[in-house]
């Protein structure tokens, strides 16, 4: 197969996190039975009038603010004119002339190199209702209809699948820390389309442009891109050409389906929608909007990293932000950040998944974890006490020194005592000594479970290695 440059450009739907729908009073809610958050102006009666939720106006605004983009202070909606059965009204409210964002970019790291992927705009519009097909019955859900959204159209910088895949992760995570959106793709609260086109030489114009639908995951959206430049080049390689198209990914193939060639621009007529006036964004309104979002990710990372924390639990906590919001709650503490780190990301992590709670559910207050981080960097408890004890310690209201009393945990850290355990053993096992100088790494197991065995295991086994490695090293 012929090499082939790809084009690719991202356009994303994302619903805003507010009460209420953009141009009615009805709740702004998923999972409720079908049709029961509606009134007349989702269902599109004829009369109705829309009322522009200002709500939808703040959050445009931190998302706008979060990717980097110039914010347009004057604005107008405009109707989106087409008839599907979605529309009821016939035409969607939609910003198409003047964007609330544009001009902006997100980072991303790739190859250990950062690199921008522009952002061409930001507009707000309304969602159309929700189709369910039943056999040879579509059945229409009106919940969605008329929820706010924001699209985020990317300009075609986009060169693969991996640089796709880590722009929509850095956008999801951005915007559901900056609680825009809760961006749950599963839910269809963030729904991507993938433009890609191919060409031989970058000095060429761009190939035809392919348009993929509606694609579930941030995964299936790098799957649909790749497939998708290998069906083009296939075709470029026999000589053949192709009409502009729309294409669906589906998840069973693994692979894009046609759904329509475009053999004419789509011609919308847009105009201005006559029942809202136009918006306009004071310098006050953008400094409002901008003051209440919460820190993001990029920042918590520094403060993470300037706190000792190793770049991988960095990453792994941000992943998860109520960890996040948890730990932040220490940041004006003197707490060691690395043990904490790696206590959440371990132990309680795996406790948190196996008993299906979020932290803020246990028994873990701040001065609780204060005292475990500090027992653990003291060495007073091993990993094998803190798995041992954990389940009540986040249950109860015990102390550590209760439950350390109660399971009778001791510890013996005293390195002039465990000095003299470690050259006994060595004195009583001087073939495992020549088999660890020999590079047999296995004898050092052997010789820290005869220490362990020794003490009864009440020695500290981090203090012990530490001991054992520079006696046998000399």
């Given at each position: 197969?012929?090499k082939?440059?790809?084009?690719?450009?991202?356009e994303?739907?994302?619903?805003?996190?507010?009460?209420?729908?953009?141009?009615?009073?009805?709740?702004?809610?998923?999972?409720?039975?079908?049709?029961?958050?509606?009134?007349?102006v989702?269902?599109?009666?004829?009369?109705?009038?829309?009322?522009?939720?200002?709500?939808?106006?703040?959050?445009?605004?931190?998302?706008a603010h979060v990717?980097?983009?110039?914010?347009?202070?004057?604005?107008h909606?405009?109707?989106?004119n087409?008839?599907y059965p979605d529309?009821?009204?016939?035409?969607?409210?939609?910003?198409a002339?003047?964007?609330?964002?544009?001009d902006?970019?997100?980072?991303?790291e790739?190859?250990?190199?950062?690199?921008?992927?522009?952002?061409e705009?930001?507009?707000?519009e309304?969602?159309?209702c929700?189709?369910?097909?039943?056999?040879?019955?579509?059945?229409?859900?009106?919940?969605?209809a008329?929820v706010?959204l924001i699209?985020?159209?990317?300009k075609?910088?986009i060169?693969?699948?991996?640089?796709?895949?880590?722009?929509l992760?850095?956008?999801?995570q951005?915007?559901?820390y900056?609680?825009?959106?809760?961006?749950?793709?599963?839910?269809?609260s963030?729904?991507?389309?993938?433009?890609?086109?191919?060409r031989?030489n970058?000095?060429?114009?761009?190939?035809?442009?392919?348009?993929?639908?509606?694609?579930?995951?941030?995964?299936?959206?790098?799957?649909?891109?790749?497939?998708?430049i290998?069906?083009?080049?296939?075709?470029?390689?026999?000589?053949?050409?192709?009409?502009e198209?729309?294409?669906?990914f589906?998840?069973?193939?693994?692979?894009?389906?046609?759904?329509?060639?475009?053999?004419?621009?789509?011609?919308?007529?847009?105009?201005?929608?006559?029942?809202?006036?136009?918006?306009?964004?004071?310098?006050?309104?953008?400094?409002?909007?901008i003051?209440?979002?919460p820190?993001?990710?990029?920042?918590?990372k520094?403060?993470?990293?300037s706190?000792g924390?190793?770049?991988?639990?960095a990453?792994?906590?941000?992943a998860?932000?109520?960890?996040?919001?948890?730990?932040?709650?220490f940041?004006?503490t003197?707490?060691?950040?690395?043990?904490?780190?790696n206590?959440?990301?371990?132990?309680?992590?795996?406790?948190?998944?196996?008993?299906?709670?979020?932290?803020?559910?246990?028994e873990?207050?701040?001065?609780?974890f204060?005292?475990?981080?500090k027992?653990v960097?003291?060495?007073?408890?091993?990993s094998?006490n803190?798995?041992?004890?954990?389940d009540?310690?986040?249950e109860?209201?015990?102390?550590?020194d209760?439950?350390?009393q109660?399971?009778?945990?001791?510890?013996?850290?005293d390195e002039?005592?465990?000095?003299?355990?470690?050259?006994?053993?060595?004195?009583?096992?001087?073939?495992?000594?020549?088999?660890?100088?020999?590079?047999?790494?296995?004898?050092?197991?052997?010789?820290?479970g005869?220490i362990?065995?020794?003490?009864?295991?009440?020695?500290?086994?981090?203090?012990?290695?530490?001991?054992?490695?520079?006696?046998?090293?000399?």
């Amino acid at each position: 197969m012929s090499k082939y440059i790809p084009t690719i450009g991202i356009e994303v739907h994302v619903e805003l996190k507010t009460k209420t729908k953009i141009f009615s009073s009805s709740k702004n809610g998923y999972g409720s039975m079908a049709n029961s958050l509606t009134n007349v102006v989702d269902l599109g009666y004829p009369g109705t009038l829309p009322t522009l939720n200002e709500e939808v106006i703040n959050t445009a605004i931190k998302a706008a603010h979060v990717l980097n983009c110039k914010i347009r202070k004057k604005q107008h909606f405009d109707r989106k004119n087409y008839f599907y059965p979605d529309n009821p009204k016939n035409y969607q409210i939609t910003e198409a002339r003047t964007p609330i964002g544009y001009d902006g970019y997100v980072e991303i790291e790739i190859n250990n190199e950062k690199k921008k992927i522009e952002i061409e705009e930001i507009h707000i519009e309304e969602d159309t209702c929700k189709s369910a097909h039943r056999g040879k019955v579509s059945l229409l859900d009106f919940n969605r209809a008329g929820v706010p959204l924001i699209e985020i159209v990317s300009k075609a910088c986009i060169e693969t699948n991996e640089e796709a895949k880590l722009y929509l992760e850095k956008l999801r995570q951005l915007l559901f820390y900056s609680d825009i959106s809760d961006c749950k793709m599963e839910e269809g609260s963030m729904r991507c389309d993938a433009n890609v086109s191919l060409r031989k030489n970058i000095a060429d114009p761009l190939g035809t442009k392919c348009e993929i639908k509606n694609i579930g995951s941030i995964s299936n959206v790098g799957i649909a891109i790749s497939k998708e430049i290998e069906r083009q080049a296939k075709l470029l390689d026999q000589g053949e050409s192709f009409q502009e198209q729309t294409r669906r990914f589906d998840d069973k193939l693994n692979d894009t389906i046609l759904m329509r060639v475009k053999e004419t621009g789509n011609d919308y007529r847009y105009f201005p929608e006559p029942d809202i006036p136009y918006v306009i964004i004071t310098d006050e309104r953008i400094e409002k909007a901008i003051s209440s979002l919460p820190m993001l990710p990029d920042q918590r990372k520094e403060l993470y990293l300037s706190r000792g924390v190793s770049e991988v639990n960095a990453t792994k906590i941000i992943a998860n932000r109520n960890l996040s919001d948890y730990l932040n709650e220490f940041l004006d503490t003197n707490l060691n950040f690395q043990v904490a780190t790696n206590l959440l990301l371990g132990d309680i992590s795996g406790y948190l998944n196996r008993q299906e709670k979020e932290i803020n559910q246990t028994e873990l207050t701040k001065e609780k974890f204060i005292e475990l981080v500090k027992k653990v960097e003291e060495n007073t408890l091993t990993s094998k006490n803190v798995k041992d004890i954990l389940d009540e310690y986040l249950e109860t209201s015990q102390t550590l020194d209760e439950l350390i009393q109660k399971n009778g945990i001791s510890n013996i850290t005293d390195e002039s005592l465990l000095t003299e355990v470690v050259d006994k053993i060595i004195l009583e096992n001087p073939d495992s000594v020549k088999d660890y100088q020999a590079g047999k790494e296995r004898a050092i197991k052997f010789l820290m479970g005869q220490i362990m065995k020794e003490t009864k295991g009440s020695a500290n086994p981090k203090l012990v290695n530490e001991i054992l490695i520079s006696k046998l090293n000399k």
